[in-house]
C-alpha cells in the first residue's frame, strides 16, 4: 500500500508531544511491513520552527517527509502574541496546496491527524478531490474535556470545516471507545473504527536502578514517583507536587521526577516549598528526557502518575505500562482500561485523592509490584505495535478493494 500521513508536525518536532511519537511510530512500522508511507507536515514544532529541508523529501528512517513553512499572519502582524501562547496556531503553509495536489493522486490512502490546523485540512480536501479513501484522526481533540477549552470557537470550526470532511471519510479512527462516542455524537453517519497507540514492550533491566543512582543520586531502595508530560496545568503538574508534599511525613524516603518542559514556572514555584519544607532534595526537575535516561526512569519508577484534565490516548502511560510500573490516572485520561485490569488506579484530579492512592501505593511494595506486572500483560495483549499495525492494515485494505 501507498499511504500519506498529514500532520502539523514530525520528527524532530518533539515539543508538540504524543503524537508525534505514536505518528512516526506508526509510520515506521508500516514502512517495515513493507508499505510506502509519505508524510505532509510543516516545520513546526509548537510555537518555534524546526531547521529541516523544505519543500522536497526527507528520509527518516524509511518514511519520506516533506516539511513545509508555516506562516502565522497574526504573529508576523502581532508579534506579542508568541510570547502570550505557546499554541501552534493555524499552522498555515502556502505551497502545501500544491504539493498535495502532486502527491496525492500517487497514494492509496490519506491518513489525517489532528483537527483546527491548515495541513490535516488541505489534505482531506486533496483525498476527496482526487477520489482516494480518507481516514480521519483527531486524538482525542474531540473528547468533551478538550471541547470545553474555547468550546465556542472550535464549535464553529467543527461545524463548518471539520463536519464536512467527516461525513466524506472513508473511516474516523478513534484511539478510545470514549473518543468513538465522541465522534459518533458529531457525526453518526460515518463508520469510526478504534485503533490505539502501539507501544513496545522492552525487556526489564534490573541495572536501570543503578545508572539512576549515578545520574540523580536515588538510592535503589527508595520507593520512586514518575511524571512525564509537559509541566503545564492542563496536566495535573500542580496537583501532584501537591500530593508529594502531603506525603512526606509518612513516606520521607520517596522520591519525584518531574520530567518535561517546564511551561508553568513549576522549578521557580515549587523548589523554594521544596526547600523551606525539607524535601527539595528528594524532588527533581530534569527537563525533558528522552533515550536511555527516559528508559531508566521508566523501568525505575515504582509509579507512574498523571493527573491530566484530558488525555486522548498518553503514549507515555503505555510506556509506563509496558514498563511494569503501576499507574495513578485521572478520570481525563479516559483510560479505564488501566484500573479494570488491575494494572492501576483512577483517582480524582485533586492534592488529597492523589495522596491516598500514591500512599497506599508506597506503602504496600509486593502490591505496587503486581500492578506494575498487571500493566505490562495488558499491553502485551492489546497495545503491541504488531496488533495496532495488523488493524491498520485491515482497515486501509478494505477501503482500497471498495475504492478500486
Not at 95 to 120: E, G
Not at 140 to 162: A, P, Q, V, W
Not at 288 to 317: T, W, Y
Request: proline share 6%; charged share 25%.
Amino acid at each position: 500500500m501507498r499511504i500519506l500521513y498529514s500532520t502539523p508536525g514530525y520528527k524532530p518536532a518533539y515539543r508538540i508531544g504524543g503524537p508525534i511519537l505514536s505518528v512516526s511510530a506508526a509510520a515506521e512500522r508500516l514502512v517495515k511491513r513493507g508499505h510506502e508511507v509519505t508524510v505532509v507536515t510543516t516545520n513546526a514544532n509548537l510555537d518555534e520552527d524546526i531547521d529541516v529541508p523544505l519543500a522536497r523529501a526527507v528520509d527518516i528512517e524509511g518514511v519520506q517527509v516533506w516539511y513545509y513553512r508555516r506562516e502565522e499572519p497574526l504573529r508576523k502582524w502581532l508579534p506579542f502574541v508568541s510570547y502570550l501562547s505557546r499554541s501552534m496556531g493555524y499552522m498555515y503553509a502556502p505551497d502545501m496546496r500544491a504539493a498535495l495536489d502532486h502527491l496525492v493522486p500517487q497514494h492509496d490512502v490519506v491518513d489525517t491527524q489532528m483537527p483546527f490546523v491548515y495541513p490535516t485540512y488541505a489534505a482531506a480536501r486533496a483525498a476527496l478531490r482526487h477520489g482516494k479513501p480518507l481516514f480521519y484522526h483527531q486524538r482525542g481533540n474531540y473528547l468533551e474535556t478538550h471541547r470545553e477549552r474555547r468550546r465556542l470557537k472550535k464549535d464553529i470550526y467543527i461545524s463548518l470545516f471539520e463536519k464536512p470532511v467527516m461525513r466524506k471519510a472513508a473511516a474516523l479512527i478513534a484511539l478510545t471507545a470514549q473518543e468513538q462516542e465522541a465522534f459518533h455524537a458529531l457525526c453518526p453517519e460515518t463508520p469510526c473504527e478504534i485503533i490505539p497507540n502501539g507501544i513496545d514492550v522492552p525487556s526489564l533491566d534490573a541495572s536501570a536502578a543503578a545508572r539512576i543512582e549515578a545520574r540523580y543520586g536515588i538510592p535503589r531502595s527508595a520507593p520512586l514517583i514518575l511524571f512525564l508530560a509537559r509541566l503545564h496545568p492542563w496536566k495535573g503538574a500542580d496537583e501532584l507536587l501537591g500530593a508529594f508534599r502531603r506525603i512526606q511525613a509518612e513516606v520521607p524516603d520517596a522520591r519525584l521526577v518531574m520530567a518535561g518542559a517546564d511551561e508553568c514556572d513549576a522549578v521557580s514555584r515549587w523548589m523554594p516549598i521544596a526547600q523551606s519544607e525539607g524535601f527539595a532534595s528528594r524532588l527533581f526537575f530534569p527537563g525533558v528526557v528522552s533515550g536511555d535516561e527516559k528508559s531508566d526512569l521508566l523501568q525505575r519508577a515504582g509509579v507512574f502518575c498523571l493527573p491530566s484534565q484530558g488525555e486522548g490516548l498518553s503514549m507515555a502511560i503505555l510506556e509506563a505500562l509496558a514498563n511494569a510500573t503501576a499507574v495513578v490516572l485521572s478520570p481525563g485520561c479516559h483510560f479505564p482500561e488501566a484500573e479494570a485490569a488491575g494494572a492501576g488506579v483512577i483517582a480524582p484530579r485533586d492534592e488529597e485523592a492523589i495522596a491516598k492512592v500514591l500512599l497506599d501505593l508506597l506503602r504496600d511494595a509486593s502490591r505496587m509490584r503486581s500492578v506494575g506486572e498487571a500493566g505490562r500483560r495488558l499491553v502485551q495483549r492489546t497495545y503491541t505495535w504488531d496488533a495496532v499495525i495488523d488493524r491498520f492494515e485491515e482497515v486501509y485494505g478494505r477501503a482500497i478493494s471498495k475504492a478500486g
